[in-house]
């Protein structure tokens, strides 16, 4: 039997970072990809609401 799969979420807040190992309940195929935010000109991080507009980024990378 195969050992338990587990991916890693990365959490991001300012300088800090830490990353978490999630157990898969189930194991289905996924894409992966790296997002450079520093690419996305219009994110700035003093922006109250660059979490957001963060959020809005990735959701467009995820949806295509």
Known sequence: EAKPKKIGLLE???NNFRLRSVP????RPFKMAQVCLRDHKHLDPA???VAD???AVLAVKVSN
């Open 12 to 14: 991001v807040r300012n």
């Open 24 to 27: 898969l309940k189930t194991v």
């Open 53 to 55: 507009k963060i959020s």
């Open 47 to 49: 922006d109250p609401k």
